[in-house]
């Protein structure tokens, strides 16, 4: 009798440790995903009809003290982070693009949003982004390192903190 319950402990112990093992192992990265329409990610997006263009966004910016609380904005995904699909860029009506971090980075999309048209909930405002930063970030987006040793100066960018994300047409 205690052989069985040695032999059971002993095998308990080697599949909790191989368990454990394989959950080490997963792959680290943004969640898989087909970001289809329909799609949400963070809390959803609950006014999607009331949406604006980033063009609208940065006319509100610009006469509300640099701060936009609770809007949602419609735009093209033209990035999106590689590591976690912790941030994404929006392409702007000037070719230009605004930059959207997750609120308290609390949710990640798949790099299968890349492409797609979305309706972003948060909170939007005019920033400078430092030097240090702006290569981060194109690290993470695998830029080539010439175009990340080209990074010489703050910029003054629209920056979005999302609380959701949806995929729209």
Known sequence: MK???????????????????ET??????????SAIVGDAYGAGVT????????????KKLKKDNKKVENVAVKGKVTDVCEKKGCWLTI???????????????????????????VVLEGTAERKVTSVDEQKHYA??????QAEIDAITTPKEEIR??????KVVN
Do not use: C, R, W
């Open 160 to 165: 979005f903190v999302a609380n959701g994300i």
């Open 3 to 21: 052989f069985k319950a040695i032999l059971f402990a002993a095998a308990v112990s080697i599949s909790t440790l191989a368990f454990a093992q």
């Open 139 to 144: 690290e993470d987006a695998k830029k080539p």
């Open 24 to 33: 080490s192992q997963k792959k680290s990265g943004p969640p898989e995903g």
């Open 47 to 58: 006014s999607e009809s009331k949406a604006i263009t980033v063009d609208k966004l940065s």
């Open 91 to 117: 392409q702007t009506e000037d070719n230009s693009q605004f930059f959207v971090k997750m609120k308290d980075y609390a949710f990640f999309v798949p790099t299968a949003l890349k492409g797609k048209n």
